[in-house]
């Protein structure tokens, strides 16, 4: 699958949000604001720093939209 080719090349915290994304990925879903929201859980949660949120977010975007 393209999208999990894309994904192997991604940095740990892009990966991070990738994995948290990539089920929420359905035909029709408002990915723009569905990736916002992984990315916010996942800083809130600690698990990503807010410094990185919007690049590992824009990354995962990129290969999340490889999904569709």
Known sequence: KAADACAAKLS???KLVYAAAIGSVAPGANM???V???TRSLVMGGQLSRGNARPA??????CLKQAM
């Open 12 to 14: 740990a915290d892009a």
């Open 32 to 34: 723009q604001d569905m």
């Open 36 to 38: 916002r929201s992984k």
């Open 57 to 62: 977010a824009e990354a995962a975007g990129a």
